[in-house]
């Protein structure tokens, strides 16, 4: 008798523990205009494209992601969306199409939003003369979508400009209805130098923003959707602490430093991650050979034929200086500017990859063409020839003036290349200066291109000391730079 009473009385317990540990899963719904693998042009396609991913993968939320669905979307891709169903959308006093796709990939629900009138377009994805048209439309389609599929998300995390209407919608408009009025929105601000800031003609006619939300929306005579959102989102977050710190600073806010102090008290910084399955030196298909922190004899081997490919000497004793970066002012690129060809004069090799500025792409095409067999550059945005620099490096340079999270310094160290940075935003977060066999790269402070020389030198100093050497990069490869840690802070983030 006693023992079935145990036995019951343990049942029970294991019973309540089962409930207990599988709540329901919450919803999270991301917007963002662009996303890895279906279309990318920066940073934030990199985010967008494993944060979700990462947050599936632990399981506690269901995840799901809106896009527009560009025409420069590969025909691999599009012809795997399932088509589910389509509507008309109100922008301003326009009623427009909207198409709906759909598609599943790594635990992740995609949405495509379709309208040809504005995402056919030639070439880029931005820079046209109705952007503001564009997502405007986008931002609403996407709650619209959440309605007709009756997706209602607990949170929706929408990312930069093109999506903080979204929030300005929800919060203004949609918010009379209960299903719409229960999601709580984050904006996450992956650069806020990018506002969305359109004539005050706008207002309404292309925004359809109602008259009492224009204190949250107007700036400077303007309406500036960036800072609607901060001020009408439950939560702001950004891509790294420093980053967060750093806004409410004019230097760095473009403006808005006001405006974000005013909002702090919901404001989080969380260092992005990297896809830690997509940027690996032991499966890279891109590389010219595979390998690990353990055996580094395949980089060697990356040095050398990355040597043949550039035709610069082949050489493993002189240590190869890289950049890899949109070639734009806020990169730090008048730094190196001003020293490169002191650089240059000692025994190195500087390979640049960007494209950008048309200054800075002559200028650097100038130097290479005076220093060839030291310097090349390739003005082009090349992913193949990426991670080809990345893998047979040494050292990669990275003196951004502003830098909100950046990667590229993270992928650089997971392939074995050191860091040098300059102590802003997410470098600052992610690399910590060398000394006394501890830390993952190099680092100066002032915006100052002696200073960064200086350290350069250092870097170049340690390269010639094998053990030294040896100990900064396996420090940068055995950095976590994952989305373990991140995603479960973004969780946590939610949860509040
Ligand atoms: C933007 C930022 C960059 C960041 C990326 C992803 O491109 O400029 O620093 O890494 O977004 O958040």
């Known amino acids: 008798m006693e023992k079935k009473n145990t036995v019951k009385t343990t049942t029970k317990k294991t019973a309540v523990k089962i409930k207990e540990e599988i709540p329901d899963k919450k919803k999270v719904i991301f917007l963002g205009s662009e ?6 042009t920066g940073g934030l396609a990199d985010v967008m494209g494993s944060l979700p991913k990462a947050l599936a993968k632990r399981g506690n939320y269901e995840v799901s992601v809106i896009l527009p669905l560009y025409s420069n979307i590969s025909d691999e891709f599009k012809s795997k969306f399932t088509y589910i169903t389509n509507f008309n959308v109100s922008v301003g006093w326009r009623w427009q199409y909207c198409g709906v796709f759909s598609y599943e990939q790594d635990g992740v629900k995609y949405y495509f939003l379709d309208n040809e009138y504005y995402f056919k377009r030639e070439g880029n994805i931005y820079g046209f003369y109705d952007d503001g048209e564009r997502y405007a439309f986008f931002s609403r389609a996407a709650l619209d979508t959440i309605a007709r599929l009756d997706i209602y998300p607990d949170v929706i995390n929408c990312n930069d400009w093109q999506t903080a209407a979204s929030i300005i919608y929800l919060k203004g408009i949609y918010y ?3 299903k719409f009025r229960r999601i709580k929105a984050v904006f996450t601000i992956h650069n806020i130098e990018y506002q969305g800031v359109f004539g005050i003609d706008t207002y309404e006619d292309l925004f359809g923003f109602s008259q009492n939300l224009r204190a949250f929306i107007e700036f400077d005579g303007n309406v500036n959707l960036m800072k609607g959102a901060i001020e009408m989102c439950d939560i702001v977050s950004t891509v790294s602490p420093t980053y967060a710190s750093e806004i409410k600073n004019a230097y760095f806010a473009h403006g808005l ?8 008290h919901k404001l989080f910084g969380i260092l992005n991650g990297i896809d830690y399955d997509y940027y690996n030196p032991k499966t890279d298909k891109y590389l010219f050979k595979n390998y690990d922190e353990k055996d580094l004899s395949g980089k060697a081997v990356c040095k ?45 090799q500087v390979i640049i990859l960007g494209k950008g500025e048309i200054s800075y792409e002559n200028y650097f095409n100038h130097v290479a063409y005076n220093y060839k067999g030291k310097c090349v ?4 945005y090349n992913q193949d020839l990426s991670r080809k620099i990345y893998s047979g490096a040494d050292i990669f340079l990275m003196p951004s003036k502003m830098e909100p999270c950046g990667l590229s310094q993270m992928i650089a160290s997971r392939y074995g290349t050191v860091s040098v940075v300059r102590e802003t935003g997410g470098l600052n977060d992610s690399i910590k200066a060398f000394y006394e066999g501890v830390g993952n790269g190099f680092t100066f402070h002032d915006y100052n291109a002696h200073d960064m020389l200086y350290t350069i030198n250092e ?22 730079f994952s989305w373990n840690k991140s995603s479960i802070e973004y969780e946590n983030m939610y949860n509040k």
Request: aromatic share 4%.
């Open 35 to 40: 996303c890895a693998p279906f279309i990318a």
């Open 176 to 178: 009379g209805d209960e």
């Open 257 to 264: 430093e006001n405006i974000i102090i005013r909002n702090e």
């Open 304 to 348: 050398e034929e990355l040597q043949k490919m550039l035709s610069l000497p082949v050489r493993s004793d002189v240590p190869i200086i890289a950049i890899i970066s949109r070639l734009v002012s806020h990169k730090g690129l008048d730094l190196v500017r001003c020293t490169i060809e002191d650089l240059l004069k000692q025994d190195v």
């Open 377 to 380: 550059s390739i003005i082009a």
């Open 459 to 480: 870097a170049i100093k340690t390269f010639y000391n094998k053990e030294s050497w040896k100990k900064v990069q396996n420090n940068a490869m055995s950095s976590d």
